[in-house]
């Protein structure tokens, strides 16, 4: 698949094509499943995860019907790790390949000792579902 794993497996970069890009590209607002997500993508990377924040708007954003012309509705983010310099660059590095897109809007960092602080504000998105007018028409 598009991530290097098994499409038959069932570990976190495994699955299918099809399945991969739906779950990247989500069509509802699911701010526990963009924080699961988030983990899952810095456990991988040799950091402590200090702090994940964002607004749990799914109540409000479910008023959101489908369309015909759905545009991208915003879920913004805020992360802070610490780790050595490799790791935080690792974290860079994965935010910006990630098959989910993330737009970076600040970036911090801080050192102490032999650690580093990054704090990472951001915002993904989530299209709603686009209808589509099927008229049934008979045909003579």
Do not use: W
Request: hydrophobic residues 35%; without cysteine; charged residues 20%.
């Amino acid at each position: 698949n598009v991530l290097g794993g098994d499409p038959k497996g069932t570990g976190p970069k495994d699955g299918d094509n099809a399945k991969i890009v739906l779950d990247a590209l989500p069509s509802s607002y699911d701010f526990p499943g963009l924080q699961a997500s988030l983990e899952t993508l810095l456990a991988s990377q040799n950091v402590k995860i200090d702090g994940m924040t964002g607004t749990d708007d799914e109540v409000a954003q479910s008023g959101k019907q489908s369309s015909v012309s759905p545009q991208p509705v915003p879920i913004p983010f805020s992360v802070t790790v610490e780790g050595d310099y490799t790791a935080i660059q690792n974290v860079i590095n994965t935010f910006e390949h990630s098959i989910r897109p993330i737009q970076v809007q600040t970036l911090g960092i801080t050192a102490s000792q032999n650690k580093l602080t990054l704090v990472v504000t951001a915002q993904t998105d989530y299209q709603p579902d686009k209808s589509l007018n099927i008229n049934k028409e008979v045909v003579k």
